[in-house]
């Protein structure tokens, strides 16, 4: 697990008195917290507690009305994704996001198109070392693969920019459990060598196991932040992603 974040480190991701939502309705309400780096931190709550904001908003795809976001200190508030792809930001969002009609192999280049082909055709074969069954079927259309096979090769495509932080949401979906012990296996192995990785996860418990911290939300605001050892033996823990979290942190 990753260590300890000194007073004098700088956190990979700061949110501070973050508002963010749709329209007039306020997802997220002065949300801050702080994310060390190299670590694994999980987002929970109940459903609209705001953990999926939190990434978008993250990611760029979603602009805040207020408050300050930082990436290893410097401010990226107002950035883009495109911006933010370049600074070392890569994101897994929820669902299948993959060009059906391609194959494996021409999925991975359009997702290392910002790198330049020569540069991305380089950094393939380490991806898909990473993801045997993926290898094995880098000629068959993204449509064709099982479920698991689509996530690992997501996971993939978004490895190949040898990204700083990595965002994902929801990775278990549809998958078996040994697909999702293997790609926590591969979020634990990348956490190990540096990668900083927020998590939104369903299958809270198994999540646990593998992360370092863990942030509560509840209505869009922080209701507890600790190791998450601490809270996997936590008694009361459903109350905390079912709702009522407030409460059990007052207890």
């Given at each position: 697990?990753?260590?300890?974040?000194?007073?004098?480190?700088?956190?990979?991701?700061?949110?501070?008195?973050?508002?963010?939502?749709?329209?007039?309705?306020?997802?997220?309400?002065?949300?801050?917290?702080?994310?060390?780096?190299?670590?694994?931190?999980?987002?929970?709550?109940?459903?609209?507690?705001?953990?999926?904001?939190?990434?978008?908003?993250?990611?760029?795809?979603?602009?805040?009305?207020?408050?300050?976001?930082?990436?290893?200190?410097?401010?990226?508030?107002?950035?883009?994704?495109?911006?933010?792809?370049?600074?070392?930001?890569?994101?897994?969002?929820?669902?299948?996001?993959?060009?059906?009609?391609?194959?494996?192999?021409?999925?991975?280049?359009?997702?290392?198109?910002?790198?330049?082909?020569?540069?991305?055709?380089?950094?393939?074969?380490?991806?898909?070392?990473?993801?045997?069954?993926?290898?094995?079927?880098?000629?068959?259309?993204?449509?064709?693969?099982?479920?698991?096979e689509q996530k690992q090769l997501e996971i993939g495509r978004a490895l190949l920019l040898r990204p700083k932080v990595l965002l994902i949401d929801e990775p278990?979906?549809?998958?078996?459990?040994?697909?999702?012990?293997?790609?926590?296996?591969?979020?634990?192995?990348?956490?190990?060598?540096?990668?900083?990785?927020?998590?939104?996860?369903?299958?809270?418990?198994?999540?646990?196991?593998?992360?370092?911290?863990?942030?509560?939300?509840?209505?869009?605001?922080?209701?507890?932040?600790?190791?998450?050892?601490?809270?996997?033996?936590?008694?009361?823990?459903?109350?905390?992603?079912?709702?009522?979290?407030?409460?059990?942190?007052?207890?």
């Amino acid at each position: 697990m990753a260590a300890n974040m000194n007073p004098q480190d700088t956190p990979a991701i700061e949110f501070e008195d973050v508002v963010a939502g749709y329209k007039d309705f306020m997802i997220l309400n002065n949300l801050s917290f702080k994310v060390r780096p190299g670590s694994i931190t999980l987002l929970i709550g109940p459903n609209g507690a705001g953990k999926s904001t939190v990434l978008k908003t993250l990611f760029g795809l979603l602009k805040p009305r207020g408050g300050r976001i930082t990436l290893g200190g410097v401010d990226i508030t107002a950035a883009d994704p495109k911006t933010l792809l370049a600074r070392g930001i890569a994101f897994v969002p929820q669902g299948r996001n993959l060009f059906g009609q391609l194959t494996v192999m021409q999925n991975l280049e359009l997702g290392g198109i910002t790198l330049g082909m020569k540069t991305a055709r380089e950094r393939i074969p380490e991806v898909l070392d990473l993801f045997p069954r993926v290898r094995e079927r880098s000629n068959s259309q993204a449509s064709a693969l099982s479920g698991g096979e689509q996530k690992q090769l997501e996971i993939g495509r978004a490895l190949l920019l040898r990204p700083k932080v990595l965002l994902i949401d929801e990775p278990s979906i549809g998958l078996s459990p040994l697909v999702v012990q293997d790609v926590f296996k591969l979020l634990r192995k990348l956490a190990a060598g540096g990668t900083t990785i927020l998590m939104v996860e369903q299958n809270v418990k198994s999540a646990l196991k593998i992360s370092d911290d863990a942030i509560a939300l509840e209505s869009g605001r922080l209701v507890l932040h600790k190791p998450a050892s601490e809270l996997l033996a936590d008694p009361h823990i459903e109350r905390l992603f079912l709702g009522g979290a407030i409460e059990t942190r007052a207890a």
